[in-house]
């Protein structure tokens, strides 16, 4: 193995440990010194999935501006926004807001049971991250699968939450005030 080889090995085992600590100094240092920000671990989750399961928005951007799509899956079809979504201390929503302002699909579902996004916040009663994820377009209205996920999983509470938002959403569509993604009118 060369130097050089070993540098960049180095780099990349560098790259994924900042990106698991939401560093994103550390980030941009292994960056510099040459790791792909592309690579991904034995799991098949990118530093980007790592980061987002810190919760750490500059994480996250930092391997987005690197060149780290937003919605890349792991082996078992998880997002980097599932993982902020499940994973994250606090309930991931610093994390989420970077990923979608990078395009992340706010309806997309990941990881098992294919909840969507709104659902694993939901699930953890995070209601920042339900908050940011409407923010950018997530769809309450038809919010069926995730319902009866919830309900499957006995998180009765999780449900009422969602289905509230999901009774916000049809009166705004009644009302016809929703034209399309709700980006940057907040709550």
């Known amino acids: 193995m060369s130097a050089e080889g070993g540098s960049r090995e180095e780099a990349v085992r560098s790259l994924m440990e900042a990106a698991k600590r939401g ?3 550390g980030i941009r240092e292994a960056l510099g010194r040459g790791a ?10 990118s530093a980007l999935h790592n980061a987002a399961a810190s919760g ?7 391997l987005l501006e690197a060149g780290c ?9 998880e997002t980097p926004l599932s993982h902020a979504l499940a994973r994250a201390p606090g309930g991931g929503a610093e ?3 970077v990923l979608l302002e990078f395009g992340a699909d706010p309806n997309g579902a990941g990881g098992f049971p294919k909840a969507s996004p709104l659902a694993l916040a939901a699930g953890r009663f995070e ?12 769809e309450a209205f038809g919010a069926g699968r995730a319902l009866e996920t919830l309900r499957e999983a006995g998180n009765e509470a999780a449900a009422r939450f ?6 916000r959403d049809r009166m705004i569509r009644e009302a016809g005030e929703a034209s399309g993604p709700r980006r940057g009118k907040g709550l």
Do not use: H, I, N, T
């Open 162 to 167: 969602l289905e509230a938002q999901a009774q």
């Open 36 to 45: 792909d920000p592309m690579g991904a671990d034995e799991g098949g989750r």
């Open 69 to 77: 799509p937003a919605d890349a899956w792991d082996r078992w079809k």
């Open 23 to 25: 560093d994103a100094r």
């Open 95 to 97: 994390a989420a807001r």
């Open 127 to 138: 209601e920042e991250a339900a908050r940011v994820l409407l923010e950018f377009g997530a």
């Open 56 to 62: 750490s928005g500059e994480a996250a951007r930092a």
